[in-house]
Nanobody
């Protein structure tokens, strides 16, 4: 499975961005993680492609929405009300479970940068 992310960029605090991830194959689940400079990679959101399972990190609940398009094997992350704390490289991942844990994902995208200015 190959994953290609798109949609990162620079936005002011309070603004919105939409990330997309296209998978070459048909994984069971896809997720988003992020990594800020000097910090560990952390879970953001995940969705199972064959059922209604969706998970969010507490830090993004109510602001971020993950969605899927099974016809295109694509997952998107709509990010609203962004803050400087959301600044990070965002990575798409694919695996067997809509998990919050990094080690449950077998495939990773190259990452896309999101920068939120204050």
């Amino acid at each position: 499975v190959e994953l290609v992310e798109s949609g990162g960029g620079l936005v002011q605090a309070g603004g919105s961005l939409r990330l997309s991830c296209a998978a070459s194959g048909r994984p069971y689940a896809m997720g988003w993680f992020r990594q800020a400079p000097g910090k560990e990679r952390e879970f953001v959101a995940a969705v199972h492609l064959s059922d209604t399972t969706i998970r969010y990190a507490d830090s993004v609940k109510g602001r971020f929405t993950i969605s899927k398009d099974n016809t295109k094997n694509t997952v998107s992350l709509q990010m609203n009300n962004l803050t400087p704390d959301d600044t990070a490289a965002y990575y798409c991942a694919a695996g067997s479970y809509a998990s919050t844990l990094i080690y449950n994902y077998d495939y990773w995208g190259q990452g896309t940068q999101v920068t939120v200015s204050s």
